[in-house]
């Protein structure tokens, strides 16, 4: 079990809200995950290299800024083998190139500027996320 | 330079609602999944605040003539519901729903300081290479 936090994951996802609308205000982008990784992956000559490698390493300090606020560094479970984490990740990293995005550019920005794909996208992966477990943990049953 | 800092301070921003928010711990977005068994709501209210946020703050943005720091807007053009759209975000829900991890979740974790994410970070990367180079090799190949 965990427990339900509606208000701090809603307070947390404003946070996410406020960083997607200061990114476009700023710099006129979409703050899709999937996009600001690849480009980092794939275009390392781009302009663009240097704000995503910053944004990037924002993200990676931010339990550390959060531990020195409240003196406790957030822990989080994880109830999935190695094994099958890096599975798992090899399929999100072809499906999202595939599909053109994630939660982030996909479910958050996309959505947000009311975009038809997005919206698609959106109901798809979370349905297929819910099938998975589905079939993980009630009809295999591990 | 300005636009580095702000891409880091944003990144930051970005990386604490994640953590606050529960997306960077697999449990709680396994049991987000797990509708019929031990089901965790909370990520609901994520994309309810995330949405409510950036919904109004882009209509306010986009009222701007140009963002800040650049001449113009990169918005995606594409209206096109297309099958690699459908196939690719299919295929990234099996993975999330295996790993519990999305790209936006895992990043933060990495800064935890434990091993774990390391494996899911390594599939992922690969997988986005892996997914260049077979469409790369693909374009390379001559018209028949």
């Known amino acids: 079990m965990t427990e339900f936090t509606p208000i701090l994951s809603m307070l947390g996802g404003a946070l996410i809200g406020v960083a997607v609308v200061a990114l476009m205000a700023i710099q006129g982008r979409i703050a899709g995950i999937t996009g600001i990784v690849s480009g980092l992956l794939t275009s390392p000559m781009s302009n663009d290299w240097a704000w995503r490698a910053a944004f990037i390493l924002g993200m990676v300090v931010a339990p550390v800024g959060i531990a020195i606020a409240t003196g406790n560094m957030p822990q989080i479970s994880i109830p999935v083998s190695p094994l099958m984490l890096a599975v798992g990740g090899f399929i999100v990293g072809v499906g999202t190139s595939l599909g053109s995005g994630c939660t982030s550019g996909h479910g958050v920005c996309g959505l947000a500027r009311f975009s038809a794909r997005s919206l698609v996208a959106t109901l798809i992966f979370m349905a297929t996320g819910l099938a998975t477990v589905f079939i993980i943990r009630h009809v295999i049953g591990v | ?144």
């Open chain 2, 1 to 144: 330079m300005l636009k580095t800092l702000s891409a880091f301070i944003i990144g930051l921003i970005f990386g604490t609602g994640i953590i606050l928010s529960g997306m960077a711990n697999p449990a709680k977005v396994l049991n987000f999944f797990d509708v019929y068994g031990t089901w965790d709501p909370s990520l609901m209210f994520v994309m309810g605040g995330a949405l409510v946020v950036t919904t109004i703050g882009y209509r306010l943005v986009f009222q701007m003539n140009h963002p800040l720091l650049e001449s113009g807007f990169s918005l995606p053009a594409r209206k096109d519901i297309d099958g690699k759209l459908i196939l690719g975000a299919a295929t990234f829900g099996i993975g999330w729903g295996l790993s519990g991890f999305c790209p936006g979740g895992l990043i933060p974790a990495l800064g935890l300081g434990s091993i774990e994410p390391l494996y899911a970070a390594a599939g992922i990367i690969t997988g986005i290479l892996a997914f260049r180079l077979v469409t790369q090799s693909r374009l390379n190949q001559p018209a028949t």
